[in-house]
Nanobody
Framework: VQLQAFGGGLVQAGGSLRLACAAS????????MGWFRQAPGKEREFVAAIRRSGSATIYADSAKGRFTISRVNAKNTVYLQMNSLEPEDTGVYYC??????????????????WGQGTLVTVSS
């Protein structure tokens, strides 16, 4: 599987962005999908994940109530709707695919395939 993330950009604090991740695979429904981000000088951190069927989602505490992950398996695409953005949300956002256990979907080492990342910059 190959992943391509897009939708990043420059936005003012309080604004919104919608990221998308397109998977070039016969059926993305075989994969749990996650979004991670990496700020300058920091380690990559978990943002959100969605189960293969879309029946469950998990979020980092920093994303709860502001971000929504969703997927359309028929389009092999996963989305991350980000609202009420803050300067602390700035970073490169990566989507990733995982064939492993759902209860480990918050761990970056569980993911086998990563997209190239899309930059999100939130100005204050």
């Amino acid at each position: 599987v190959q992943l391509q993330a897009f939708g990043g950009g420059l936005v003012q604090a309080g604004g919104s962005l919608r990221l998308a991740c397109a998977a070039s695979v016969y059926s993305a429904a075989n994969y749990n999908m996650g979004w991670f981000r990496q700020a300058p000088g920091k380690e990559r951190e978990f943002v959100a994940a969605i189960r293969r069927s879309g029946s469950a989602t998990i979020y980092a505490d920093s994303a709860k109530g502001r971000f929504t992950i969703s997927r359309v398996n028929a389009k092999n695409t996963v989305y991350l709707q980000m609202n009420s953005l803050e300067p602390e949300d700035t970073g490169v956002y990566y989507c990733a695919a995982d064939q492993g256990l759902w209860n480990r979907a918050h761990l970056p080492n569980e993911y086998e395939t990563w997209g190239q990342g899309t930059l999100v910059t939130v100005s204050s």
